[in-house]
């Protein structure tokens, strides 16, 4: 299967070498969970897009500096690419500014939330039953961060995930789209990394030395889960993969 990521932004340059882009993190993170999947990459914020929906079996949007709001050119082609790929029927998973333009897309209102930040591990609830997640499964831990949010429920989505300072943190669109306002993709170490690079200058220090404090070496994520819940989501199946290979994931440039 050919996995189409979309890549809103890439990680700072600081942090690159050790903890790759954005789009290499997802690559590491699904390709552990199922080693068979392909990937090619389409840098959109430089307006590098596939020529069509159909291009890719399924389609990733990563996250972003950069808010839906700015309403940038290629955030706009991005939108009707998102549309587009939601008539075609494949499968769309959107995390942070991707869960954001998605629901943009959709007509919901996405803006800087009054209550700050969310940063670092957070724990979101489940709401309702899902096909692609264990039905004893109630919630989920991973790293946040961001300060815009959806702050209305998009037209044709269902509530995902929740948590009282991120109402609509999750959103499943028909079975067609999956979205997360937070990341599975970063680890623990990148996280803090990213807090301690913005600490100050971006994000209040306050606010980032509480999050850091969440961060201890023993705590755990919940991403290994979560990646299991978006390779079920795009391959569509219900129950854990069998088979896969042993050899690494497979990237196009």
């Not at 596939?50 to 939108?79: E, F």
């Not at 690419?81 to 943009?104: D, E, T």
């Not at 990213?194 to 306050?206: H, W």
Request: aromatic residues 10%.
């Amino acid at each position: 299967m050919k996995i189409g990521i979309l890549a809103a932004g890439i990680s700072p340059e600081e942090l690159r070498s050790r903890h790759g882009s954005y789009a290499e993190m997802f690559i590491a993170l699904l390709g552990a969970s199922e080693p068979s999947f392909g990937f090619r990459t389409y840098e959109v914020r430089n307006d590098d897009f596939p020529d069509a929906a159909t291009d890719c079996d399924g389609w990733i949007i990563t996250g972003s500096a950069c808010g839906v709001y700015d309403n940038l050119p290629w955030m706009v082609r991005l939108k009707q690419l998102v549309l587009a790929i939601y008539q075609s029927g494949r499968p769309l998973v959107g995390i942070c500014f991707g869960h954001q333009i998605v629901a943009s897309a959709f007509g919901a209102r996405v803006e800087k939330f009054d209550g700050g930040w969310g940063v670092g591990r957070q724990y979101y609830r489940i709401e309702g039953r899902h096909a692609f997640v264990e039905p004893d499964t109630r919630g989920f831990t991973i790293n946040a961060m961001h300060q815009d949010q959806v702050l209305e429920q998009p037209a044709g989505a269902k509530i995902f995930a929740t948590s009282d300072f991120c109402r609509f943190a999750g959103l499943v669109y028909d079975d067609r789209i999956f979205t997360l306002q937070a990341h599975p993709e970063f680890s623990l170490e990148f996280e803090a990394a990213l807090l301690k690079l913005r600490s100050g200058a971006v994000i209040p220090q306050a606010v980032a030395e509480g999050a850091l404090a969440t961060l201890a070496p023993d705590a755990s994520l919940d991403s290994a889960l979560v990646a299991r819940w978006m390779v079920r989501f795009l391959t569509g199946l219900e129950g854990p993969l069998d088979g896969a290979e042993a050899a690494g994931p497979k990237t196009e440039r």
